[in-house]
């Protein structure tokens, strides 16, 4: 069953903490992202990775850090620096540069709902 | 920086009626896609339109592009219960294929 996916669903932070948010997909995508989600918001780019051990910043990646050491797998880290966390995190994939194609449509997982208390 | 714009913010409309979300943006792009969420749930990918295309079908949708304009349509037709979601436009610019900017959405609610 392949597919991406994200835990925990559901996260509570103390502040002052950092958190990691897991994401993994089995679909063989070179590219990985990382999205933000506030209510009634659209979505912005965190971080991205065309491939695996490098990485780069999107609109938004203050208070946020990432790595990319395997290519299945892309954790995001919520930093105490991050001024205002709590928010619906996007993980996405998609399979990379197509040749001779401006194809590129990505795939999402089921988002991690995180919570400063 | 937000691309795309959608209109209207929110849609209300009644089971087997037609639902048209419009989508405004900025610069120039590769392809414009239409990804539709499910409250509290991830997006899908539901259609892309080339840069040289005008229209596109797939089952029940309908997607034009007017890049004079900077703008394009979503058509639901015979909408159903279950098309309520948000619907999210989003556009890949530049050199990158890679990187999606994606508007607010609108909101739809179909009414049984």
């Known amino acids: 069953d392949g597919g991406i996916t994200q835990s925990p669903k559901y996260l509570f932070r103390k502040e002052g903490q950092n958190v990691t948010l897991s994401c993994e997909q089995n679909?063989?995508?070179?590219?990985m992202y990382w999205y933000r989600q506030d209510p009634g918001q659209g979505l912005r780019l965190i971080y991205y990775?065309?491939?695996?051990?490098?990485?780069q910043k999107g609109d938004i990646a203050e208070g946020y850090s990432v790595s990319r050491e395997k290519k299945e797998s892309f954790p995001l880290t919520v930093t105490s620096a991050q001024k205002n966390p709590t928010a619906f995190y996007l993980c996405?994939?998609?399979?990379?540069?197509?040749?001779?194609?401006?194809?590129?449509?990505?795939?999402f997982g089921p988002g991690t709902r995180l919570t400063v208390l | 920086s937000q691309q795309g714009e959608e209109d209207p913010q929110a849609l209300s409309i009644q089971e087997g009626e037609n639902a048209t979300m419009n989508c405004s943006y900025k610069?120039?792009?590769?392809?414009l896609q239409w990804y539709r969420q499910n409250s509290g749930r991830g997006l899908v990918h539901l259609i892309l339109?080339?840069?040289?295309?005008r229209e596109k079908h797939s089952g029940r949708l309908r997607v034009t592009l007017d890049t004079s304009k900077k703008s394009s349509s979503l058509l639901i037709t015979a909408s159903r219960a279950a098309d309520t979601a948000s619907y999210f436009c989003?556009?890949?610019?530049?050199?990158?294929?890679?990187?999606?900017?994606f508007g607010k959405g609108t909101l739809l609610t179909v009414n049984p």
């Open positions: 990775s065309q491939i695996v051990n490098d990485f």
């Open positions: 996405a994939s998609s399979p990379g540069q197509v040749v001779g194609s401006s194809y590129n449509e990505q795939f």
């Open positions: 679909l063989n995508h070179d590219a």
């Open positions: 339109i080339r840069s040289n295309e």
């Open positions: 610069t120039s792009i590769n392809n």
């Open positions: 989003a556009t890949a610019s530049g050199g990158s294929n890679y990187k999606l900017t």
